[in-house]
């Protein structure tokens, strides 16, 4: 790896940061440093930024990294965020949705409720539309790929591409994007409505969320991904009847503890920070799920919540 690739970035104008902590960043609270921050000025500025780093060199994108486990040594390499100048919202002539990469999903919901599109779903997930996309992030039945449109991403080489649906490969909490693809703005196809009739449809989702997850704890949602149901010949479908938060329960799971990592008492799908936890409890803690439920159940969870850069030394 090139030893002098930091210095060589004088041609960006956004901001860098060498051994940025990461933990006051994450949903978690957890997370050891970046070797480099970078947040970008504009897209100009993220095309420079990868043309300027070396192709041996790691890129990685995060959001408010509402999904994602950033282990305790740090990631290295660079990490590009983006900022208040990738949080855009506007009605567009045909009326679609330009949306920002770097705005709230709970924002965005609200902004297209005002102005009259039913964007509910993206209300109760946490984090940002650059993660829901790559995700595939979804709620109560409705999912980001059912209003994708396209999308404006920088690639690795600096190139700046447009997305169609077609490349994207949306599946269940999935897409086939590239780690290293940046995200930088969504068109999206919301359905109209009235607005005080999709404020309400929000506010019932708020409540029944509420009701049955730990909303007030430090915790990603949903841990696992809800297990493939099997069809006649016995072969994995995409049905997700079968849900992971039973199969933990009746593993016996539910409010199981490790350090300061526990999967909560309220809904055993949820893998919370009590205080103090490191990512190395969480993480821990649900590979002992998985493995658990495995044994008893001869079920394998997989994870939805991403874990990335590299363990404590």
Same mark, same amino acid.
């Given at each position: ?128 539309? =650059?993660?829901?996309? !790559?995700?595939? $992030? +979804? ?5 980001? *790929? /059912? ?5 404006? #991403? ?66 990603? =949602?949903?841990?696992? !991904?809800?297990? $493939? +149901? ?5 072969? *994995? /479908? ?5 849900? #992971? ?69």
């Amino acid at each position: 790896m090139h030893g002098d690739w930091k210095n060589d970035l004088s041609t960006v104008e956004g901001r860098i940061t060498l051994d940025r902590p990461l933990a006051p960043l994450s949903w978690l609270r957890v997370g050891g440093e970046a070797e480099l921050l970078f947040q970008p000025a504009h897209m100009a500025d993220i095309s420079a930024f990868m043309r300027s780093v070396p192709d041996e060199v790691p890129v990685m994108p995060i959001g408010v990294c509402s999904n994602l486990i950033i282990r305790d040594g740090g990631i290295k390499g660079a990490v590009i965020r983006l900022g208040r100048g990738f949080n855009g919202f506007e009605v567009m002539a045909n009326g679609n949705l330009r949306v920002g990469a770097g705005a709230l999903d709970a924002q965005v919901a609200k902004q297209a409720a005002q102005a009259g599109f039913d964007l509910a779903f993206l209300r109760t997930i946490p984090g940002g539309i =650059g993660g829901a996309i !790559r995700m595939n $992030a +979804g709620c109560y039945g409705d999912y980001l *790929a /059912d209003v994708f449109v396209s999308a404006t #991403a920088v690639r690795r080489d600096g190139k700046v591409v447009t997305l169609r649906r077609e490349d994207m490969g949306f599946a269940y909490r999935h897409s086939d994007l590239p780690q290293d693809l940046v995200i930088v703005q969504a068109v999206l196809a919301a359905p109209k409505g009235e607005p005080e009739d999709i404020e309400a449809k929000m506010e019932d989702a708020l409540a029944k969320r509420a009701a049955s997850q730990p909303v007030n704890e430090l915790s990603c =949602g949903s841990t696992f !991904r809800n297990p $493939a +149901g099997f069809s006649s010949t016995g072969k *994995a /479908d995409d049905v997700h009847d079968l849900k #992971a938060w039973k199969v933990i329960d009746e593993a016996g799971l539910r409010g199981v503890r490790l350090g300061g990592a526990q999967m909560s008492e309220m809904h055993p799908n949820f893998l919370i920070n009590t205080g103090g936890a490191t990512a190395a409890d969480l993480e821990g803690l649900g590979e002992m799920v998985r493995e658990k439920v495995f044994k008893q159940q001869g079920i394998s969870l997989e994870w939805e919540i991403k874990r990335v850069g590299e363990p404590a030394p």
